[in-house]
Every structure is written in structure tokens, then in C-alpha cells.
């Protein structure tokens, strides 16, 4: 027998190992049976050179709890290893010293186990005890056993193993207990083993058994794992219900996919996989995290931003590369460089696949443009590499439904829809019925409506603002008709300065109270046939607000009132009859207001000019006085002439029920005034 202690410069790894591997103990089930696998491999690998002579027969690793002794087991048949090997590459653990090992690893067992290949001993996360009972491959060797309680302290001994290869067993720990139950193992083995290239078996089949009422293992082995998973396969092998049915198999509960990339690259690196887009609409972050990372056929993570670029994310599917280590951190994954070339491939298969859809099939792919639109606009936003590729294949889609790639768009408006600076103006919807009649009113103007009714589209089009030359985006209800694309100078209204601020004050006085919402009125000259009212908002007061839901720093915007514009139609007859009925009702009542108000302001201005001649400290508190007292009786005068025409106007059924239908039309018209609006309507019309 030998004894001796393990060859670590700490005092004692076991503690450090339970420590600071604990998030991640679950993982020793991983280290354990990747071990086994390849332990299996290198012994074909040497059969297949010839160095082996011998029948591999069955080489299944073999996973096993014996829940009364507290033990895992797993087995296989693989290479085994001789005292001299166990004295190598087990008992020499050589790192250095052990603050700069706890300061630079304690946030990470990856790290830990890959940096210094300590994937065996993750066995100590769970372990109070571990057992390696083992025999080489080689002719004439002997069966060793080597013992661990956690210290630093081993015993190796002679053993009894008929067969080559080796069994691991684990006496698991009184605080791990959940690792001895049947469910947890096969959760595990599911998660980390699915897919290695070794059968690796966990207890036996089972099947009905009509004697005893229950399920009862069968003979044969349970084996929990695809060891041929279909990104091994020659796409050239494959069928498209072949891929169908592999994403069933990763994603049971998922709709169909809409397609696929296979990816297979042998240079500048190894890469295997399989990514599928699937139907996206929104809920971005709910979508993540569905692509595996596997290293030769062993799970690594699902958390692969920074390993793929982040718009790939909302990608389904499966990467296997041998050159992404097996056991490294994600900050390490981030910043290698091989990690980021796999990167840049992957982004420019995508793009390639999106492109040669599009041009094989034009009519399937503007059918999944909906789903697709999503994941395209997150591309180009995220990615400037990948805007220069998608812009041939991303489209607009008008309110009509008709599909249009950038350039052909851009050659449909280029006719109609550039302003009197020669700016392209994009005109755009983004609730079809909700916004019918601004949609109507350009339509009749002979200008296309796109609809962007998407989760990123406003960003998006922030961003192909400042790739489209002399171009902008402005929404059909962000202004009237005639200013959303200005090709002459605005016709100028036939109403008096007095006229247009008493119209403006009798509809002002009126707007209701909304929360979070200001209006502004203003008197416009539209036409007789157009409109009498129509409510706008500011394109870009509007955008910004959207855009704070996207951007941190821009909360500023979000926290700021909608400003909605009520223009009135100075043309429109109803308006002109409000007007004249305004005249009419107030006329007597506001002529002492507005003589005594043009008096005071001219006093007021002429105040003001002789002490502007002055510094302020050469004012006197006479001056001052004379002055407050003059701005006082404005403002006094001023109160007067609102009140009078907001007394006119709330008793005024045409200027509620135009105010109202101005609101019922964007959806602000609810509950009490809504009600209101339907019984003076009747009124009305009796």
C-alpha cells in the first residue's frame, strides 16, 4: 500500500474547493462523466491507430446511485490508468500560492477547475470521500485503487477489476443529499450529457407491467443521450422534417421554426451547429438564452451573450466548437480571441442566409417578414457590420400590405414625397385603425403610408435617419396634412390677430383635464373641405418619449407630459359659425375689456421703453412700482376677456362637440365625457 499526500502548496484544496465552487457544485456530474467519455474516445482513438489490439465491445458509460450506502458511481471502459498515472494525474495538483489563487478565481468555478484541471476534484464539492478504482488498457496490468477523505492525505492500494477502464465513487456529503435522488441525477445528466459522443446510461429502461400495476425495469440500458446529434450530420444528409424534429427535441413546447442555418467550419476554427430563427414578435428578453454552447459534444451554457454577437441571442439552436474551452469563465469567453472571430462568422452566416432566402423566394420570405422583422431591426441597430448586409433584404411594409426593400421604397416616393428643401419624408402609421383618417387624408393625398407597428421600429428609424440621405421619418397624425411634407410656404389665415387668440381662448378654455397631457391650440387656414379640428403631436417630442423606453439617461423624456396640438380650421364653416356666434354673444361685453386692455398695454409699453434707457439700479421704487402696477392691470384685463369667452364657450354645443370629436378620433374621448358627447350628439340632431 502507498500513502502520501496529495501534491497542492495549500494547506488543505478541499476547503477552498467547497468554498468557493459551491454556486456551481451541480457541475461535478459533468466533470465526472466527460472524464468517462473521454477516457472512452482515447482508447478508440488508439484502436483506430492500432495501438490497441484488443475488442472495445460495449463501451457505454454507466451512471449509478446506491441511495443506501450514499454513493454515485460512474463507470466506464475506457483507457483506465496505471499507479504511475494515478501518481500523475491525480495526485500532482501544482499552482501557485494560494492568495493569488483565492483573489483571482474565487467569483468562478469554471475558472477554477479550467484553469488549474481540477475537473476531477469537483468531486470534493459533493464528496466526503472519493474512490477510484481503475485498470489500464495496457497488456498485464494491474487494478489500483486510490482513496480520498478530503485532506490532502491518499491511500493506493491493489485491487480487483476484471475489466480496463475505471469506476469514480462518490460517497456524497451530508449537506449534498439531494444528489442521491434519481430525478436530480437525471435532471443533471439531461442538462450536461444529452448530446456527448459516448452512451451514457443511467439505470434501466422501464416499462407497464400489468402484474404488479407499476413501471419496472426492463434488461436494457437507459441511455439518456444522442451520442450522433443532428449538427454532427452532412447537412447534404439531412431533410428539413430531419431539422423539425431536432428542434422539437430542444424545445418541445416552441412553435415551428420558420428556418435554419447548419453551420460547419473546419478554418480558421472547428465549428458545428445548428441555429434556428424562430417566430418573434416582441417580449425580447423572454426569448434568450435558447442557444446551447457545447464543447465536443458537452454542454457548456446557455448564457452566450458576448459569445455570440447580442442580436443573435434571439436565436435558437446549438454551437459546438473544440476551440471554446470546456471549463472557462464568460468573462473569459468574452475577450478571447477566437471566441470573437466565431463571432464575426456567425453574424456573416446569418446575413448570408437571410440574403439567399430572400432572393430564392422572395413571397415566403415577405410571409415571415413579421416574425423576421423584429430580429433584423435588433441586428442593424446593434450591429453596423450586419446593417451593411441586412440593408439589401430588411423591408418596409405599407398600410396596404405590400412589401418594399430600402432602395425600391425610397424610388416609389422620390416622386411625391420630398419637401420644399428637398428632404425625402418617410410617412408612417403605427396603428392602422386607430389612425384611419390621417392615413386617409395623405392616401388622398397621393402619398404611401408605410406601417411600423413594431416593438423596435422607432429606434430603427431613428437610426436609418442617419443612413438614408436627406431623409426623415414623420408619423401621418404628428401634424396636419398639408405641414407633414411642406412644399410651399402655409397659406396665411383671413382672420385678425385679435380674431385667431379670441378662437384659440374659446376652444382653450374648453380641453378637458388629462393627466400627463397638455394641450396647445393654434388657428390654421386648411381649406373649407378639410377637417375643422384635428389633434397632432409633435414628431419628435413624441419619439423621444418612445426612445426613453429603450435608452437609459433619457428617462428626462419619459417623465414629461404628451404636448398634443388642437389645430383649428379657420376655413371650416362650423368654425367660422363658432366665431361669428362669438362676435355676436360677447361683442358688447369685451369692447370696455379690450379698450381699457389696449390702453393699459400702451401705457405698459411706454414704460417700459423710457426705462429701458435706464440701469436697473437707477430705477426708483417709483419706477418700479408704476410698473407692477401697469402689469398687474393687464393681466387683470386679460383674466376679464378669458372669462367672458370661456363663459361663451361653455355653453357652446358646437365647440364641445368638435372638441370631442377631435378626441373621439384619437382615442381620448372615454367614460363621463364620452357619455356627454353621445347624448348632446342626439341632441343635435333633433
Same mark, same amino acid.
Given at each position: 500500500?502507498?500513502?502520501?499526500?496529495?501534491?497542492?502548496?495549500?494547506?488543505?484544496?478541499?476547503?477552498?474547493?467547497?468554498?468557493?465552487? /459551491?454556486?456551481?457544485?451541480?457541475?461535478?456530474?459533468?466533470?465526472?462523466?466527460? *472524464?468517462?467519455?473521454?477516457? @472512452?474516445?482515447?482508447?478508440? @482513438?488508439?484502436?483506430?491507430?492500432?495501438?490497441?489490439?484488443?475488442?472495445?465491445?460495449?463501451?457505454?458509460?454507466?451512471?449509478?446511485?446506491?441511495?443506501?450506502?450514499? $454513493?454515485?458511481?460512474?463507470?466506464?471502459?475506457?483507457?483506465?490508468?496505471?499507479?504511475?498515472?494515478?501518481?500523475?494525474?491525480?495526485?500532482?495538483?501544482?499552482?501557485?500560492?494560494?492568495?493569488?489563487?483565492?483573489?483571482?478565481?474565487?467569483?468562478?468555478?469554471?475558472?477554477?477547475?479550467?484553469?488549474?484541471?481540477?475537473?476531477?476534484?469537483?468531486?470534493?464539492?459533493?464528496?466526503?470521500?472519493?474512490?477510484?478504482?481503475?485498470?489500464?488498457?495496457?497488456?498485464?496490468?494491474?487494478?489500483?485503487?486510490?482513496?480520498?477523505?478530503?485532506?490532502?492525505?491518499?491511500?493506493?492500494?491493489?485491487?480487483?477489476?476484471?475489466?480496463?477502464?475505471?469506476?469514480?465513487?462518490?460517497?456524497?456529503?451530508?449537506?449534498?443529499?439531494?444528489?442521491?435522488?434519481?430525478?436530480?441525477?437525471?435532471?443533471?445528466?439531461?442538462? /450536461?450529457?444529452?448530446?456527448?459522443?459516448?452512451?451514457?446510461?443511467?439505470?434501466?429502461?422501464?416499462?407497464?407491467?400489468?402484474?404488479?400495476?407499476?413501471?419496472?425495469?426492463?434488461?436494457?440500458?437507459?441511455?439518456?443521450?444522442?451520442?450522433?446529434?443532428?449538427?454532427?450530420?452532412?447537412?447534404?444528409?439531412?431533410?428539413?422534417?430531419?431539422?423539425?424534429?431536432?428542434?422539437? +427535441?430542444?424545445?418541445?413546447?416552441?412553435?415551428?421554426?420558420?428556418?435554419?442555418?447548419?453551420? *460547419?467550419?473546419?478554418?480558421?476554427?472547428?465549428?458545428?451547429?445548428?441555429?434556428?430563427?424562430?417566430?418573434?414578435?416582441?417580449?425580447?428578453?423572454?426569448?434568450?438564452?435558447?442557444?446551447?454552447?457545447?464543447?465536443?459534444?458537452?454542454?457548456?451554457?446557455? %448564457?452566450?451573450?458576448?459569445?455570440?454577437? +447580442?442580436?443573435?441571442?434571439?436565436?435558437?439552436?446549438?454551437?459546438?466548437?473544440?476551440?471554446?474551452?470546456?471549463? !472557462?469563465?464568460?468573462?473569459?469567453?468574452?475577450?478571447?480571441?477566437? !471566441?470573437?472571430?466565431?463571432?464575426?462568422?456567425? $453574424?456573416?452566416?446569418?446575413?448570408?442566409?437571410?440574403?439567399?432566402?430572400?432572393?430564392?423566394?422572395?413571397?415566403?420570405?415577405?410571409?415571415?417578414?413579421?416574425?423576421?422583422?423584429?430580429?433584423?431591426? /435588433?441586428?442593424?441597430?446593434?450591429?453596423?457590420?450586419?446593417?451593411?448586409?441586412?440593408?439589401?433584404?430588411?423591408?418596409?411594409?405599407?398600410?396596404?400590405?405590400?412589401?418594399?426593400?430600402?432602395?425600391?421604397?425610397?424610388?416609389?416616393?422620390?416622386?411625391?414625397?420630398?419637401?420644399?428643401?428637398?428632404?425625402?419624408?418617410?410617412?408612417?402609421?403605427?396603428?392602422?385603425?386607430?389612425?384611419?383618417?390621417?392615413?386617409?387624408?395623405? %392616401?388622398?393625398?397621393?402619398?404611401?403610408?408605410?406601417?411600423?407597428?413594431?416593438?423596435?421600429?422607432?429606434?430603427?428609424?431613428?437610426?436609418?435617419?442617419?443612413?438614408?440621405?436627406?431623409?426623415?421619418?414623420?408619423?401621418?397624425?404628428?401634424?396636419?396634412?398639408?405641414?407633414?411634407?411642406?412644399?410651399?410656404?402655409?397659406?396665411?389665415? @383671413?382672420?385678425?390677430?385679435?380674431?385667431?387668440?379670441?378662437?384659440?381662448?374659446?376652444?382653450?378654455?374648453?380641453?378637458?383635464?388629462?393627466?400627463?397631457?397638455?394641450?396647445?391650440?393654434?388657428?390654421?387656414?386648411?381649406?373649407?373641405?378639410?377637417?375643422?379640428?384635428?389633434?397632432?403631436? *409633435?414628431?419628435?417630442?413624441?419619439?423621444?418619449?418612445?426612445?426613453?423606453?429603450?435608452?437609459?439617461?433619457?428617462?428626462?423624456?419619459?417623465?414629461?407630459?404628451?404636448?398634443?396640438?388642437?389645430?383649428? *380650421?379657420?376655413?371650416?364653416?362650423?368654425?367660422?359659425? !363658432?366665431?361669428?356666434?362669438?362676435?355676436?354673444?360677447?361683442?358688447? $361685453?369685451?369692447?370696455?375689456?379690450?379698450?381699457?386692455?389696449?390702453?393699459?398695454?400702451?401705457?405698459?409699453?411706454?414704460?417700459?421703453?423710457?426705462?429701458?434707457?435706464?440701469?436697473?439700479?437707477?430705477? $426708483?421704487?417709483?419706477?418700479?412700482?408704476?410698473?407692477?402696477?401697469? +402689469?398687474?392691470? !393687464?393681466?387683470?384685463?386679460?383674466?376679464?376677456?378669458?372669462?367672458?369667452?370661456?363663459?361663451?364657450?361653455?355653453?357652446?354645443?358646437?365647440?364641445?362637440?368638435?372638441?370631442?370629436?377631435?378626441?373621439?378620433?384619437?382615442?381620448?374621448?372615454?367614460?363621463?365625457?364620452?357619455?356627454?358627447?353621445?347624448?348632446?350628439?342626439?341632441?343635435?340632431?333633433?
Amino acid at each position: 500500500m502507498q500513502k502520501g499526500n496529495i501534491g497542492v502548496t495549500t494547506e488543505n484544496i478541499f476547503p477552498v474547493i467547497k468554498k468557493f465552487l /459551491y454556486s456551481d457544485h451541480e457541475i461535478f456530474l459533468r466533470e465526472m462523466v466527460s *472524464n468517462a467519455v473521454d477516457a @472512452t474516445q482515447k482508447l478508440k @482513438t488508439l484502436a483506430q491507430q492500432g495501438e490497441f489490439k484488443g475488442e472495445l465491445g460495449d463501451v457505454t458509460v454507466h451512471v449509478s446511485l446506491d441511495k443506501d450506502k450514499g $454513493t454515485i458511481t460512474i463507470s466506464d471502459r475506457g483507457i483506465g490508468m496505471t499507479e504511475e498515472e494515478i501518481d500523475k494525474y491525480i495526485n500532482q495538483i501544482a499552482f501557485s500560492g494560494v492568495n493569488d489563487f483565492l483573489e483571482k478565481y474565487k467569483d468562478n468555478a469554471n475558472n477554477i477547475i479550467g484553469h488549474f484541471g481540477l475537473g476531477f476534484y469537483s468531486a470534493f464539492m459533493v464528496s466526503k470521500k472519493v474512490e477510484i478504482v481503475t485498470k489500464s488498457y495496457r497488456e498485464g496490468a494491474k487494478a489500483v485503487k486510490w482513496s480520498c477523505d478530503g485532506s490532502p492525505a491518499y491511500e493506493i492500494d491493489d485491487a480487483e477489476k476484471e475489466d480496463r477502464g475505471s469506476d469514480i465513487i462518490l460517497y456524497i456529503d451530508d449537506d449534498c443529499k439531494e444528489f442521491l435522488e434519481k430525478e436530480r441525477i437525471q435532471q443533471l445528466l439531461t442538462k /450536461y450529457s444529452k448530446f456527448m459522443a459516448v452512451p451514457v446510461a443511467f439505470g434501466k429502461k422501464q416499462e407497464w407491467s400489468s402484474e404488479k400495476k407499476e413501471m419496472v425495469d426492463t434488461q436494457e440500458d437507459n441511455i439518456i443521450n444522442n451520442v450522433e446529434p443532428l449538427w454532427t450530420k452532412a447537412p447534404s444528409s439531412l431533410k428539413d422534417e430531419d431539422y423539425k424534429k431536432f428542434y422539437r +427535441e430542444l424545445y418541445p413546447m416552441s412553435d415551428e421554426p420558420m428556418f435554419w442555418i447548419h453551420l *460547419n467550419v473546419d478554418y480558421p476554427f472547428n465549428l458545428t451547429g445548428i441555429l434556428y430563427f424562430p417566430r418573434i414578435k416582441s417580449n425580447i428578453d423572454l426569448q434568450r438564452n435558447k442557444i446551447q454552447l457545447y464543447c465536443n459534444q458537452v454542454f457548456v451554457t446557455d %448564457q452566450v451573450e458576448g459569445i455570440v454577437p +447580442e442580436f443573435l441571442t434571439l436565436l435558437h439552436g446549438v454551437i459546438d466548437s473544440p476551440d471554446i474551452p470546456l471549463n !472557462v469563465s464568460r468573462s473569459y469567453l468574452q475577450s478571447d480571441r477566437e !471566441v470573437k472571430k466565431i463571432s464575426t462568422y456567425i $453574424t456573416k452566416k446569418v446575413a448570408d442566409r437571410l440574403q439567399a432566402i430572400f432572393k430564392e423566394d422572395r413571397k415566403q420570405y415577405e410571409e415571415k417578414w413579421d416574425d423576421l422583422k423584429l430580429f433584423i431591426n /435588433y441586428g442593424m441597430l446593434s450591429e453596423e457590420t450586419f446593417y451593411d448586409r441586412a440593408k439589401e433584404f430588411a423591408l418596409f411594409k405599407d398600410v396596404e400590405g405590400k412589401y418594399f426593400t430600402f432602395d425600391e421604397y425610397k424610388t416609389l416616393i422620390e416622386g411625391a414625397q420630398k419637401d420644399k428643401d428637398g428632404n425625402l419624408i418617410y410617412l408612417y402609421a403605427t396603428e392602422k385603425e386607430e389612425q384611419y383618417s390621417y392615413i386617409k387624408a395623405a %392616401q388622398d393625398k397621393g402619398y404611401s403610408v408605410l406601417l411600423l407597428d413594431g416593438q423596435l421600429d422607432v429606434p430603427a428609424i431613428q437610426m436609418l435617419e442617419q443612413k438614408f440621405e436627406k431623409s426623415r421619418f414623420t408619423r401621418v397624425d404628428s401634424d396636419i396634412i398639408d405641414r407633414l411634407i411642406v412644399k410651399d410656404d402655409a397659406p396665411k389665415t @383671413t382672420l385678425s390677430e385679435d380674431e385667431s387668440a379670441n378662437l384659440s381662448q374659446v376652444f382653450k378654455s374648453q380641453m378637458p383635464k388629462m393627466e400627463k397631457t397638455e394641450f396647445m391650440v393654434e388657428v390654421q387656414s386648411l381649406g373649407e373641405n378639410q377637417r375643422p379640428v384635428v389633434i397632432t403631436q *409633435n414628431e419628435w417630442m413624441r419619439r423621444m418619449k418612445e426612445m426613453s423606453r429603450f435608452q437609459q439617461g433619457m428617462n428626462f423624456y419619459a417623465q414629461m407630459p404628451d404636448s398634443l396640438n388642437l389645430v383649428l *380650421n379657420a376655413d371650416h364653416p362650423l368654425v367660422k359659425r !363658432v366665431l361669428d356666434d362669438c362676435k355676436t354673444s360677447t361683442e358688447e $361685453t369685451l369692447k370696455p375689456i379690450e379698450s381699457e386692455l389696449k390702453g393699459q398695454e400702451a401705457r405698459l409699453a411706454a414704460i417700459r421703453q423710457q426705462q429701458d434707457k435706464k440701469k436697473y439700479d437707477e430705477l $426708483t421704487q417709483d419706477d418700479k412700482d408704476m410698473k407692477a402696477d401697469c +402689469e398687474k392691470a !393687464v393681466e387683470e384685463q386679460k383674466h376679464k376677456k378669458e372669462e367672458v369667452l370661456s363663459s361663451f364657450a361653455a355653453g357652446n354645443d358646437i365647440v364641445h362637440q368638435l372638441i370631442d370629436l377631435a378626441l373621439l378620433q384619437n382615442g381620448m374621448l372615454k367614460g363621463e365625457a364620452l357619455d356627454k358627447f353621445l347624448k348632446r350628439s342626439v341632441d343635435l340632431i333633433k
